[in-house]
């Protein structure tokens, strides 16, 4: 049974009910609202973000009506607004879901892809030749197909 004022979200079955998950206050500012999803620090001093995590590992959060990654908003709490010339918040740790302030810096689209490149994360999609999962032939089989005169 169901605590009487708890919240309670009513499924389209009668009598079956789901009890929702407590949201924060509305009146939290962004600092305390980042703070109540955001893990202690861990030996690297990544603060893991514990609440909704997009499918590459980047948090997720609702703020003023949209939805934003939670490390651009963790950014903005502790430094203020984004500049429009460096639109990008990096990653100094690349954990995906580290939301430290101090782990994180700015910068352009182009310094994001070079940041990308010099740590070897950068996936090229679809990876060339037999690397490639659905290759049938190998490296040396495309050459010497292209080396056959018929």
């Given at each position: 049974?169901v605590e009487r004022g708890a919240a ?55 703020w003023r009506g949209r939805t934003h ?71 040396e089989q495309v050459r010497a197909i ?5």
């Open positions: 049974m309670v979200r009513y499924s389209g079955v009668m009598d079956a009910i789901t009890i929702k998950r407590p949201s924060v206050p509305q009146h939290w500012t962004l600092a305390q609202k980042i703070a109540h999803y955001l893990a202690p620090a861990d030996e690297r001093g990544c603060m893991l973000w514990t609440g909704t995590r997009m499918s590459f590992g980047h948090g997720q959060m609702r990654l939670a490390h651009r908003l963790a950014w903005q709490a502790a430094n203020g607004p984004i500049p429009e010339e460096t639109p990008c918040v990096l990653h100094r740790c690349d954990v995906p879901s580290c939301c430290n302030p101090e782990h994180l810096f700015l910068g352009t689209k182009a310094d994001n892809m070079a940041d990308m490149d010099a740590k070897g994360r950068r996936r090229v999609r679809p990876l060339p030749g037999e690397r490639n999962g659905f290759a049938k032939l190998t490296d292209r080396a056959d005169p018929r």
